[in-house]
């Protein structure tokens, strides 16, 4: 049963925290604990430094967060004073990052002593200030300030942006979709219900704190009085520490994309007796091949549920939900179904063929779906569309781009992307933003990017190229490095005399493919 919510993502922190003192809100791989009290005071320490370095409701603060108590904190402190937040990547290439700074202009960039070479690459490129909060005069300075609740977080409003979450982008700029705290405080209601959180949870934060996937971990955690187990992005490196991490930090809920899960099957990391305290599994954000996903039922049906979810980023990470049951696997050919919308959406397909209604593009609508992207008024107003149903009043829908099939049942399924966005690895990718890296190039005449799927869950990206000097795959691989993040790096780079183009004179991809 849902329950009546603050009006803001500040005042729910403050309930939840007065609620919950001495109880551990994080804990670290190293035993390190930080309680619900001191989470709590440290951000009203952060939010009242971040006032005093210029930070206004609606203002920006980027931070290059390393999972640190500092940068948790920041985060809250953002949502306290109604500031924006957005999670930086710190391996990110710096042009890329630089691209994000100068779309959002934050007011404030905060980094926690991992990110030296970033805030030196700020200080020197743009006008915005930059604080390492590990300097020993930040931490002298912000603990001699008030630990007591800011009383500006009262008169905050639901409509208030929260955070900004960036994803790739088809012109080589990424796009920031901007999230509220209603539209936070409606997926943190549907996430207490759907997957049965309570106090007593220890939720795992694998994924960085850039990508998507955090959200759950962090509103469903801090903000319901459970706890969240921090786990450092390298660990995830290696499969066997971090299934041991994850046991030793006595995790119930997995929360991750399906390539973490089919990474540590592959590496048969996973035993029956692994993951004792776990009772859910969930996953999203690409399809989870059956054969894996058989595995992984098989090894813990007995004991765990497993969900099967599927959310864009501008829909607050999750829509949907899909409980597994050993009658999913009788075909294994087929993904797993989406299942159907949370109670709060609704959503209409868009036909691809009049003369099937039931496939088509799925746009959704409801308190979920997030208030456009940030500085980016024409990539707004191309997804974020009036209902064409609706003649009466304004009703904003998302249009996602995913191609999806109703079955008789009312489930969902999904059958692909209308355009060349691809999933890899979890992250959602624009094939067009690979593209715009390598053009960048000035060695590089054309380019086609293709993405190759591998089975099991994996997939590599390949990239096409005709050049105009003598270059080799492993030089033109590290000068795209130096442009995208490590994810979007192509694997593989074909070196062409020409590339295949099509009638409008465009590379076509599709012979592209056909040369795998």
């Not at 209601?189 to 997957?195: L, P």
């Not at 930090?249 to 990391?269: D, F, N, Q």
């Not at 009703?395 to 049942?409: C, F, H, P, Q, S």
């Not at 995208?484 to 465009?506: A, C, E, F, T």
Request: proline share 4%; glycine share 6%.
């Amino acid at each position: 049963m849902t329950k009546k919510l603050p009006s803001n993502l500040g005042l729910l922190f403050y309930e939840v925290a007065g609620r919950r003192k001495d109880a551990t809100a994080i804990r670290y791989p190293s035993g390190k604990t930080i309680s619900y009290q001191e989470l709590n005071n440290r951000s009203n320490q952060i939010a009242r430094l971040l006032r005093r370095n210029g930070v206004q409701e609606r203002s920006v603060v980027g931070i290059f967060n390393n999972k640190s108590t500092n940068a948790y904190a920041s985060m809250l402190a953002c949502i306290k004073i109604g500031a924006i937040y957005t999670n930086l990547d710190i391996n990110s290439p710096w042009k890329r990052t630089n691209k994000i700074i100068k779309n959002c202009n934050p007011s404030l960039i905060l980094d926690d002593g991992a990110a030296a070479e970033m805030i030196s690459a700020v200080r020197q490129n743009n006008s915005c200030p930059a604080i390492d909060i590990s300097d020993r005069a930040f931490q002298n300075d912000y603990k001699n300030l008030d630990q007591e609740n800011l009383c500006e977080t009262e008169a905050l409003s639901g409509s208030n942006p929260a955070y900004l979450m960036f994803t790739s982008g088809s012109t080589g700029f990424p796009k920031g979709a901007v999230i509220t705290h209603d539209n936070v405080l409606n997926f943190i209601n549907w996430c207490s219900d759907a997957f049965s959180i309570n106090e007593k949870d220890v939720l795992t934060n694998v994924s960085p704190m850039y990508f998507d996937n955090s959200v759950f971990d962090f509103f469903n955690s801090l903000f319901t009085g459970a706890t969240m187990a921090s786990v450092q992005d390298t660990i995830n490196k290696n499969p066997q520490d971090l299934v041991s991490t994850v046991n030793a930090l006595k995790c119930t809920i997995w929360y991750s994309v399906p390539s973490l899960l089919v990474y540590l099957l592959t590496a048969k990391a996973l035993k029956k007796s692994d993951f004792t305290l776990l009772t859910r599994i969930v996953f999203a954000g690409e399809g989870f091949p059956k054969p894996k996903l058989k595995q992984l039922f098989e090894l813990y049906c007995d004991r765990m549920t497993l969900f099967n979810c599927y959310g864009p980023t501008e829909t607050t990470c999750l829509c949907s939900s899909y409980k597994l049951s050993k009658d999913d696997f009788e075909d294994l050919n087929e993904l797993t179904p989406l299942g159907f919308m949370a109670p709060s959406y609704k959503y209409i397909i868009l036909p691809v063929d009049e003369s099937n209604l039931n496939f088509g593009e799925l746009c959704l609508m409801g308190p979920g779906v997030g208030a456009g992207y940030y500085n980016d008024d024409e990539r707004t107003r191309e997804s974020f569309v009036q209902n064409p149903l609706n003649q009466e009043s304004q009703e904003i829908m998302y249009k996602t781009g995913d191609l999806v099939r109703r079955a008789e049942n009312g489930f969902l399924h999904f059958k692909g992307r209308k355009d060349n966005q691809i999933k890899h690895m979890g992250y959602r990718i624009e094939l067009e933003e690979i593209e715009a890296g390598l053009n960048s190039l000035k060695y590089v005449d054309a380019v086609g990017v293709v993405y190759k799927h591998l089975g099991s869950g994996l997939g590599m990206i390949v990239a096409f190229v005709s050049i105009s000097t003598k270059t080799s795959e492993s030089e033109i691989i590290d000068d795209i490095k130096k442009i995208v993040p490590r994810y979007m790096v192509p694997k593989s780079i074909k070196i062409q005399p020409s590339l295949p183009k099509n009638r409008n004179g465009k590379i076509d991809r599709r012979q592209l493919e056909e040369l795998l």
